[in-house]
């Protein structure tokens, strides 16, 4: 085979073969295929689409490339969550000890934040000493002790994946249906798991701004994970606000850790309760999916989400009294209530402005060899739909200087819509997909 | 500016600025963007076009890229020929010696066969010592000299072009319309002529197969030369079959001696008749096109284009017994006659298969960096609607060895159509365009 036979093909808008595809994955692997051509042959794929065949050849040859990380010999379903990414979506930090103290193992290999979106493993390195490093075989004795690991891909899963990503982002080719259920999926695949339930964020502050292509998402990821032997669910979820009342790593900690103790805000418990709902559903066969919300609620109420939560910082190394006293997590040094411009109801808080803001206090990366603050961020004091007095602290900024905190100021105020009276109550979650269908 | 952004609006169908285009030729030539987004680029350039703006732009932008040689010095109108390409397609060394014979200054800059299709500055150097590597200083005082001077393109005309030609070829990006005038073209702009005649080929041995694509070519030509400032005419030639009788270095060189002595065949005389006057017509203002034609065929049966020609061959270099006894050019150690498999008429000699035979006895080039034997090819021995007995030799193989020549035999077959009755006439000439029209 010849890669640029490969890529006419693609570029005449043929269907590759599994061959083929499998051909330039190895090839983006091994690097004997070079990035030139990779980066045009997935420009060809960007411009002319892959089928659902192609798609899952695709994502068995990207899982090919690496380990599969083997499970096998613990018993239970194991079940991961995905979310396509959302501000102050921090539902991972209470999901993983949930569904786990519920008896169902969740072996979650999460990401770091690029862009405007947050990443679990910057979350949990707000905690002093949380190694998110872990070998392969310490992965597997904590999900066999604890039913729960919290870990960062290795990089011996998928690593075609992270050559194609590498260039996807410098080549305009990274919003592509078929290259990006391939990239979430080949690595969810290669961790070794059983199910999947997936969180499609819709909105401003999501990837998909219009639900029409976060639904095309969600049916593109539910059917290739179906395909790839995955029992999976998925949610279509709103992300024009952020979810809960906080944005940043330390905050949004301390804020999972109120959820934990039963209180938090509602929006964040709802979501992470039906979410967790739907992986205990999938990790216990012959469970209702009512049955399992009225477990993960109870479980939830009595404290042992929190306890698992505390065994697992402390396997994973990080500081306890963290979690013990929230205090103690990391504070940023300036910390400046923003005011409500006029007197009214919160009509916006628009979750990709805030985001963005967020990065630009240090909170998450421009660029992925960016170093992130865990103390930074925002802490949102109402939300949409509240009434608010002139000048009452709407926001309160964390940042590492008064210059930072004036520096998004103006992004703040864009952010910001207060009208006189009450917007129309939005649903959080806006469909359900797949085998909870 | 940012790559990536460039990428991404011609990735959506936007049109470029001028700006953009050169920031990233510039970064094309000085190595600034890297090859991985340029070839994302050339292929959403590709799949997207351009308009005539942005071709135009690019045009320009190459030819800023390097040196634009200055003739202004010489006097006259300084004109060239290009050929898209074609199998046994020598006319230039009949028309730049005939050309300047009649006074019209021909700095021509030539390439070298890749592909199926030969390239000029192989055929020269089938005469021993010819050199095609002059400076710039000395094919100035060449022009000055003798109106006429047979070169390279040296490495500072246009490199931009070199490095997205490299790319192309080996992303799938070659056959785009833009693409290739701005290639064409900026070379030629370079080159510092006044006045440019096209032959733009169409049939099974040139780049476009067909009439329309070729035409589109001819028109995309011939409106972008124009805004690029040059006086510029186009013929739209047939090459379903090889023009003359010969193809490979030392045969082609030996046809044209015969075709400058006054013989050789009728469809190479009548091509390089009417090319070379259309350049005359061009570099003479106030002249007509029939006067050029009755200068250019007069000046053939002169002899003056032998003579002017043997000139060319002794300043550079060239062993000029060779023009003057044609049988001291390198011979093949093996010359097989192929015999007509059946009586009749020959209807077809396809030039596409006859060229990729030719690079397979080693005449042209399946890599850019081959090497050539100037001494094998072919000599036909009859052409497309001649009458042909059984047996009868029809095309004599000149090859280096038995096993070669035997290697190429199932293309010639592949090749080579007999039919009892005479194809009807095609004509040579499909249509001009430009000035000429």
């Known amino acids: 085979m010849r890669a640029v036979d490969i890529i006419r093909a693609k570029r005449d808008g043929l269907v590759l073969t599994a061959d083929q595809i499998g051909w330039m ?4 692997s091994d690097g004997s295929v070079p990035d030139y051509q990779l980066s045009a042959w997935l420009m060809a794929v960007w411009l002319r689409g892959m089928t659902t065949d192609e798609t899952a050849a695709l994502t068995e040859a990207m899982v090919d490339s690496g380990v599969r990380v083997d499970l096998s010999t613990l018993p239970g379903v194991k079940v991961d969550k995905h979310s396509t990414g959302g501000v102050g979506d921090k539902t991972s930090l209470v999901i993983a000890p949930l569904v786990a103290a519920c008896g169902v193992p969740v072996p ?3 990401g770091r934040g690029l862009g405007h979106t947050g990443g679990t493993l910057d979350k ?31 990089r011996d899963v998928a690593p075609a994946d992270r050559t194609l ?29 059983d199910a999947l339930v997936l969180d499609v964020k819709v909105g401003s502050g999501a990837f998909m701004q219009s639900e029409r292509d976060a639904r095309a998402l969600a049916d593109a990821l539910v059917s290739l994970a179906e395909r790839s032997g995955l029992h999976v669910a998925a949610l279509l979820t709103n992300m024009d606000a952020p979810l809960g009342r906080t944005i940043g790593n330390a905050l949004e900690v301390r804020e999972c850790l109120d959820v934990m103790r039963g209180g938090g805000p509602a929006d964040l418990v709802a979501l992470s309760l039906e979410l967790s709902a739907l992986m205990v559903w999938l990790g216990m066969p012959g469970s209702s999916l009512d049955a399992s919300r009225d477990l993960v609620r109870i479980t ?20 306890v009294r963290m979690i013990d006293d929230p205090q103690q997590l ?4 300036v910390q400046r209530p923003f005011p409500a411009p006029r007197g009214g109801f919160v009509e916006r808080l628009d979750a990709g402005i805030l985001g ?8 998450g990366r421009a660029r992925a060899d960016d170093r992130v603050d865990p103390a930074v961020g925002f802490d949102l004091q109402a939300t949409v739909g509240d009434a608010i007095s002139v000048g009452a602290p ?7 200087s008064a210059a930072d905190a004036d520096a998004v100021w103006p992004m703040l105020t864009e952010a910001v819509r207060i009208a006189d009276q009450a917007p129309a109550p939005q649903p959080l979650i806006l469909d359900r997909l797949g085998a909870a269908r």
């Open 394 to 400: 709407l926001i309160v900024v964390h940042a590492r």
């Open 124 to 154: 949990l390195e707000a905690i002093t000493g949380f190694r998110t490093g872990l070998s392969l075989d310490e992965f597997r004795a904590q999900l066999a002790d604890l039913g729960c690991a919290l870990i960062g891909q290795t």
């Open 330 to 333: 990391p504070h940023a040094a």
């Open 108 to 110: 979650m290999m999460s």
């Open 356 to 363: 963005r803001a967020a990065v630009l206090l240090g909170a």
């Open 300 to 319: 939830l109420a009595s404290g042992a989400a929190f306890d698992r939560f505390r065994a697992v910082v402390e396997r994973q190394g990080g500081d």
């Open 25 to 28: 994955v190895a090839g983006a």
């Open 165 to 193: 990503y590498a260039l996807r982002d410098v080549t305009a080719t990274v919003e592509s249906l078929p290259l990006i259920c391939a990239s979430i999926l080949s690595k969810k695949v290669a961790e070794g798991i």
